[in-house]
């Protein structure tokens, strides 16, 4: 199935079409049609295999239309993989007018605030770093569409657990959540079972 059978906007295809994606990878094959029927997803797929596509391409067609509110939430385990699904996101998303910024510790908070302050609408988040933007209320998640816990087995392993469940008890309950994890371990079964 080729890209364009996911009926996703022009301005995506073209982008797709100019970073050489010439045939979806076969997560993108599964989860791509279900996100775009804002269906929960559960992810299993190691890096390397196209997973940030899978869910960044419906998500970002969904951002083309609709307010520049905070509708999409990443939130990843380390900043480097924050930075690097930003910036995936920046060229998925080139020429679409979505504006998207990436939290996360270890630089400086006000520029951070600024950039939500001029309104975004997706947010790639380390989860300490987030939490502190949602308590000084520069953060505000209730108008979060669609949440993605990637790379959910290192979160887990990390310790990032009780900040995943206060993340997500911000949230509405009306909305999409998408898991991926390279592993479906005892753990991620009981993540993906309360949420």
């Known amino acids: 199935m080729p890209f364009n059978k996911f ?31 804002g269906r929960d997803v559960i992810g299993l797929a190691q890096t390397g295999t196209g997973k940030t596509a899978a869910f960044m391409l419906p998500i970002l067609n969904k951002l083309m239309t609709g307010s520049r509110n905070l509708r999409a939430l990443v939130v990843c385990p380390t900043r480097e993989w924050a930075d690097q699904i930003y910036a995936n996101a920046q ?20 520029p951070q605030v600024e950039a939500l302050r001029r309104g975004v609408h997706l947010v790639v988040a380390c989860p300490g ?25 290192r979160m887990l392993d990390i ?13 509405p309950k009306q909305r999409t959540t998408l898991l991926f994890s390279a592993t479906f371990s005892p753990e991620i079964k009981r993540l993906a079972g309360s949420y």
């Open 159 to 171: 310790g990032f657990l009780p900040d995943l469940q206060r993340i997500l008890s911000y949230l």
């Open 91 to 110: 060229e998925y998303g080139r020429g679409t007018g979505i504006h998207a910024t990436t939290i996360y510790g270890g630089v400086g908070l006000r």
């Open 7 to 37: 009926q996703l906007a022009d301005p995506l295809l073209a982008n797709i079409k100019r970073l050489k994606y010439e045939i979806p990878t076969p997560i993108q094959t599964a989860a791509i049609p279900v996100v775009m029927q």
């Open 129 to 153: 770093r987030l939490l502190d933007h949602i308590e000084a209320k520069s953060a505000i998640l209730n108008q979060v569409e669609y949440v993605v816990l990637d790379e959910a087995d």
